[in-house]
């Protein structure tokens, strides 16, 4: 396994360009605070950090006009800001829903034979986060970190298909570049499977994206309605058929993403 050498702290004299200085030390200043979030002044943090009071004081404003710090005018002291909640939230809440998922997502898998994945957007493809597998489903081999297209894959459609409406004319036009000639038979397949998804609560892949494979994908949303995840279950055609998708484990896919929604409801 390969591992990220550790960055030097703020105030070394050790200096890799790679390194974007001013974020290091934005970043040393937040984590100056303690757990009990007492309010420091600049002295204070400048002599936790071993940086310069001129630099501290430019970097407090900064954070404080972002959010990341409030200022108390009357002490002259800085605590951290409710922003500071939000670089560490999506990582919290994927970790949780993995763990709320994982079981649901196992069950269908050993029933269906096959692989089930649960994945978030990012631009427009769908990342893996967390996967659930069979021995038979190891054949094609996907696992979390994963990126898969949202044009033409299961999990894509469903969660295009969930969008509103002028977000998903963003993400299908981002890609109308990237297939050449092939993109008008490409588009007429993924919008027939998004007004399917729109109307059955799934959408289907069938060899479109690994021609080996199917899959049928479903979405996880918050409570108004919007996306947050993609969830699907797929395989060897040999094992997991149209028929077999469509009549039986489509239908169980949108039982467990409702269950996820319902068990989850309170971080999504």
Same mark, same amino acid.
């Given at each position: 396994?390969?591992r990220?050498? =550790?960055a030097?702290?703020?105030?070394?004299?050790?200096k890799?360009?790679r390194?974007?200085?001013?974020?290091?030390?934005?970043?040393a200043?937040?984590k100056?605070?303690?757990p009990d979030?007492?309010?420091?002044? !600049?002295? @204070?943090?400048?002599?936790r950090v071993?940086?310069?009071?001129?630099t501290?004081?430019?970097l407090?404003f900064t954070?404080?006009?972002l959010?990341?710090?409030?200022?108390?005018?009357?002490?002259g002291?800085?605590?951290l800001?409710p922003a500071?909640?939000t670089?560490g939230?999506?990582?919290?809440? =994927?970790? /949780?829903?993995?763990?709320?998922?994982?079981?649901y997502m196992?069950?269908?898998?050993?029933? %269906?034979? %096959?692989?089930v994945?649960?994945?978030?957007?990012?631009? !427009?493809?769908?990342i893996?986060i967390e %996967?659930?597998r069979t021995?038979a489903?190891?054949?094609?081999r996907?696992?979390?970190?994963?990126?898969i297209p949202?044009?033409?894959?299961g999990?894509g459609?469903?969660?295009l298909a969930?969008l509103?409406e002028?977000e998903r004319?963003? =993400?299908?036009?981002?890609v109308?570049?990237?297939?050449?000639?092939?993109?008008?038979?490409? /588009?007429?397949?993924?919008?027939?499977?998004?007004?399917?998804? =729109?109307a059955h609560?799934?959408a289907l892949s069938?060899g479109?994206w690994?021609?080996?494979?199917?899959?049928?994908g479903?979405?996880?949303?918050?409570?108004?309605?919007?996306p947050?995840?993609?969830i !699907?279950?797929?395989?060897?055609?040999?094992?997991v058929t149209? /028929?077999?998708?469509e009549?039986?484990?489509?239908?169980?896919?949108?039982?467990?993403?409702? @269950?996820? /929604?319902h068990?989850a409801?309170?971080?999504?």
């Amino acid at each position: 396994m390969v591992r990220r050498r =550790q960055a030097p702290p703020a105030s070394s004299s050790t200096k890799d360009y790679r390194i974007n200085s001013g974020l290091a030390r934005g970043l040393a200043v937040l984590k100056a605070f303690g757990p009990d979030n007492r309010p420091i002044g !600049n002295a @204070e943090i400048a002599a936790r950090v071993g940086l310069s009071k001129a630099t501290v004081s430019r970097l407090t404003f900064t954070l404080t006009e972002l959010g990341y710090l409030n200022y108390d005018e009357e002490v002259g002291r800085y605590s951290l800001g409710p922003a500071v909640l939000t670089l560490g939230y999506d990582v919290m809440a =994927q970790m /949780e829903i993995r763990d709320i998922a994982r079981p649901y997502m196992q069950s269908l898998a050993e029933y %269906a034979n %096959a692989s089930v994945y649960l994945g978030t957007a990012d631009g !427009n493809e769908m990342i893996y986060i967390e %996967a659930c597998r069979t021995k038979a489903s190891m054949a094609i081999r996907l696992g979390v970190g994963s990126r898969i297209p949202m044009i033409c894959t299961g999990m894509g459609r469903a969660y295009l298909a969930a969008l509103p409406e002028k977000e998903r004319e963003a =993400q299908i036009s981002a890609v109308s570049g990237n297939f050449g000639d092939n993109w008008p038979a490409v /588009e007429a397949k993924a919008r027939a499977q998004i007004a399917f998804a =729109q109307a059955h609560g799934f959408a289907l892949s069938d060899g479109d994206w690994i021609v080996e494979a199917n899959s049928a994908g479903a979405v996880v949303r918050r409570p108004d309605g919007y996306p947050v995840y993609g969830i !699907n279950v797929g395989g060897l055609r040999s094992i997991v058929t149209n /028929e077999r998708l469509e009549g039986d484990l489509a239908l169980r896919l949108l039982d467990v993403a409702r @269950e996820i /929604e319902h068990v989850a409801r309170g971080i999504l």
